[in-house]
């Protein structure tokens, strides 16, 4: 019997906001973002509404100018270490870079939250877009962004690698006989590439999940080429249905290029829905947000994508500025966007911080229209499933409340777990270890 396709729900906890303005709200506790009762807070209640997983995002560089989250902020493995013994089944992605970390670390880190949450951790896969970042790491220059995903590859090849160090049964724990360990069982790498040379092997299990789920976060043609080699779930800005359903058939296409099964990525692109009771009512909240609309910290997130470029010295209202001489070594994906869309519809510098300054609200209603519209992105194929914004508490507690019992109802998204790991939430299969099909003979067998 096949199974039905339903939509996935993960809850981006983002504390105070990844904008400038939502650290006000009344309601959101003014420390979130360092606060560890927030973080456990929310993902009990998006566990309790059955989301697949919380995901928590990350940088290693910030500015006097960084959005409020991103100036004072925990450090995902730590944080979502806590969330994982505070919680049964929702999954924990976090977010780490293969620029400035070593895969052995990593490793070690993410296998031990997977076994930590019994099988329920996800890794999101960046290479760090912003310049400054190398000055954190002793590094005089960024890596070129080529160099950054050729690097990510080999990072997380060693990674799984690792991860698969040892075999499922290779631990006997055997009190009679006193055999601990089948050592025939026992693998190291040896690795020896462009980037690493890690021998192995890592001094830790696999979980009931295997590995890790690989969440990856990648629009230049790179980081689609990345995705499609590595990812298991893809994180991506959802600005329309069409551009959405582009990137679906693209990133898909270039999976199924390399002899990947395609339905073996998830897409989900992050939203950032306003929901009333009323479409009026969700109309009018939209036209407040906007009319609260902070220009110079709009063009401060459109210079981000630019490395901090300061667009503030330009004309407000005369054409984007010429970008030839900026560096695209940075969000190189989200910049080459910005350029082609204020070409193509000869946009000035404030039309362009009006619509990539800020989060596009690109649903928004009552909780039947952006269930509605939730279901044609899914149809449509512009999305497997979405990344719900999680920072003001208003609007978390009506998608929950309002929105997901609608997908319910209409058997988009599910009433209850069926798994109890991150991979089963997101039906991706068990990554068979490496070594398994091999034959071995323990050296206590041999003796």
Partial sequence: MTKVRQIKLGAMLEGVGTDHGRWQHPDLPGDASINI???????????????????IVDSPYITKDSAPHFLNRLEPLTLLSAVAVTTKTIGLAGTLTTSYWEPYNVARQFGSLDLISRGRAGWNV?????????RNYSRDEHFEHGVRYARAEEFVSVVKGLWDSYEDDAFLRDKVSGQFLDAGKQHALNHNGTFFSVAGPLALSRSKQGQPVIFQAGDSSEGRDLGAKIADATFTISESLESSKGYYRDLKSRAAALGRDPDQIVVLPGIDPIVADTDEAA???????????????????VGRAFNYHDFKKYPIDGPFPDTSNL?????????????????????????????????????????????DSLELWFRERAADGFILRVSEPDTFRIFREKVVPILQARGLFRNEYEHDT??????????????????????????
């Fill in 422 to 447: 991150l991979r089963g939430h997101l039906g991706l299969s068990i990554p068979e270890n490496r070594y398994a099909d091999q034959t071995h003979i323990s050296d206590v067998a041999a003796q």
């Fill in 327 to 371: 560096t695209l070594n940075s969000y190189k994906g989200h910049a080459e966007r910005i350029i082609k869309v204020a070409k193509d519809e000869n946009l000035t510098l404030r039309q362009v911080a009006e619509r990539f300054g800020v989060w596009k609200a690109t649903f928004v209603g009552s909780p039947e229209t952006v269930a």
């Fill in 126 to 134: 960046v290479t760090t877009g912003l310049e400054g970042a190398a």
């Fill in 283 to 301: 109309q009018e909240i939209l036209k407040a947000r906007q009319g609260a609309f902070d220009l110079d910290k709009a063009l401060v997130q």
């Fill in 37 to 55: 009762d927030w973080y456990i807070e929310n993902a009990k209640l998006a566990e309790a509404a059955k989301f697949d997983f919380v995901f």
